[in-house]
């Protein structure tokens, strides 16, 4: 089983439910498997939203922070980019770049296993390093 890294963007105070219901969405669209997440990654910006902290402690999984600047080389990777996200972060995807720069820290090529996801006000993107 590959390894899979989440990234989430998402509005202030977005709860924990909302994150964790987009989560599962996607690893069962997909037919990957919880069992296979090895971290949660977002932007730095988002160090004390509590549904981010809270999922990862539910899970039992650690969250990396990112800021812009670290996320910026994954831009070319990005399936969509969102000006709306950039004005607010300097990001153009939060979720994607996040998921691949997790990814990334294993030394191999990350890859987008699930492009950007959208449940309220959540994003979501997994990758892998193939």
Same mark, same amino acid.
């Given at each position: 089983?590959?390894?899979?890294?989440?990234?989430?963007?998402?509005?202030?105070?977005?709860?924990?439910?909302?994150?964790?219901?987009?989560?599962?969405?996607?690893?069962?669209?997909?037919?990957?498997?919880?069992?296979?997440?090895?971290?949660?990654?977002?932007?730095?910006?988002? #160090?004390?939203?509590?549904?981010?902290?809270?999922?990862?402690?539910?899970?039992?999984?650690?969250?990396?922070?990112?800021?812009?600047?670290?996320?910026?080389?994954?831009?070319?990777?990005?399936?969509?980019?969102?000006?709306?996200?950039?004005? #607010?972060?300097?990001?153009?995807?939060?979720?994607?770049?996040?998921?691949? #720069?997790?990814?990334?820290?294993?030394?191999?090529?990350?890859?987008?296993?699930?492009?950007?996801?959208?449940?309220?006000?959540?994003?979501?993107?997994? #990758?892998?390093?193939?």
């Amino acid at each position: 089983m590959a390894a899979l890294y989440v990234g989430f963007g998402c509005r202030r105070g977005c709860p924990a439910a909302v994150l964790e219901t987009l989560l599962h969405r996607a690893l069962a669209d997909n037919g990957l498997k919880l069992a296979a997440l090895r971290g949660i990654a977002s932007i730095d910006l988002k #160090a004390q939203e509590p549904g981010l902290r809270q999922l990862a402690e539910q899970l039992g999984l650690p969250l990396t922070l990112y800021s812009a600047q670290q996320l910026h080389p994954f831009l070319p990777l990005l399936s969509y980019r969102s000006e709306m996200a950039f004005n #607010a972060t300097g990001c153009w995807g939060v979720a994607e770049s996040a998921a691949l #720069a997790l990814a990334d820290e294993g030394q191999r090529s990350p890859i987008l296993t699930v492009t950007r996801q959208v449940l309220g006000d959540a994003t979501l993107a997994l #990758a892998s390093n193939g």
